[in-house]
T-cell receptor, first 115, second 114 residues
Framework: GAVVSQHPSWVICKSGTSVKIECRSL??????MFWYRQFPKQSLMLMAT?????????EQGVEKDKFLINHASLTLSTLTVTSAHPEDSSFYIC???????????FGSGTRLTVV | AQKVTQAQTEISVVEKEDVTLDCVYE???????LFWYKQPPSGELVFLIR??????QNEISGRYSWNFQKSTSSFNFTITASQVVDSAVYFC???????????FGTGTRLQVTL
């Protein structure tokens, strides 16, 4: 079946630094990739949608200058949290889609802790 | 706009009990897809089922079964003879043709105890 690899699985960084999270579709080409954020005991909140070769579409309230998304190929999307602060600490999950008919495949998530 | 409601925040059952997780959705689209995912404590999302709006047949997979009723806009999930390993958060989600993205419910935390 379709597999999405997300790295790192966890990261601790100092306040003010930037962190990059990678999301790769291993055995299929993803037309669209999605980035979600999940706070403890809450649902997944969609942050942005990205299509290969074009700018990401951010959801309302998500700072695009803070959460940089690059979708350079059909198998790789990256999320960079710039100038991270403790309030950015969260669980980030990516998802790759081949269209609604074929469904969505999720990465294993990245737990970010900013100290 | 799309919306998914999972009214049950937390459910606690004893092992071997049956449990039903409710999901009610809202959409004006006639073509849409409904999903259920399991999120164990490790955090990854495990795909359980996808159902399109034109297929109202109920589905059974082992101890899992799903009841899709368009008349009540519901897509409920039943676990028969629950086990401790079923303890997780379960999310219902909706994808419509116009949205082309998943809208998640708030999730139901299921705790199965011995």
């Amino acid at each position: 079946g379709a597999v999405v690899s997300q790295h790192p699985s966890w990261v601790i960084c100092k306040s003010g630094t930037s962190v990059k999270i990678e999301c790769r579709s291993l055995d299929f080409q993803a037309t669209t990739m999605f980035w979600y954020r999940q706070f403890p005991k809450q649902s997944l909140m969609l942050m942005a949608t990205s299509n290969e070769g074009s700018k990401a579409t951010y959801e309302q309230g998500v700072e695009k200058d803070k959460f940089l998304i690059n979708h350079a190929s059909l198998t790789l999307s990256t999320l960079t949290v710039t100038s991270a602060h403790p309030e950015d600490s969260s669980f980030y999950i990516c998802s790759a889609s081949q269209g609604a008919r074929l469904g969505y495949t999720f990465g294993s998530g990245t737990r970010l802790t900013v100290v | 706009a799309q919306k998914v409601t999972q009214a049950q925040t937390e459910i606690s059952v004893v092992e071997k009990e049956d449990v039903t997780l409710d999901c009610v959705y809202e959409t004006r689209d006639t073509t849409y897809y409904l999903f259920w995912y399991k999120q164990p404590p490790s955090g990854e999302l495990v795909f359980l089922i996808r159902r399109n709006s034109f297929d109202e047949q109920n589905e059974i997979s082992g101890r899992y079964s799903w009841n899709f009723q368009k008349s009540t806009s519901s897509f409920n999930f039943t676990i028969t003879a629950s086990q401790v390993v079923d303890s997780a958060v379960y999310f219902c989600a909706l994808d419509t043709g116009t949205a082309s993205k998943l809208t998640f419910g708030t999730g139901t935390r299921l705790q199965v105890t011995l």
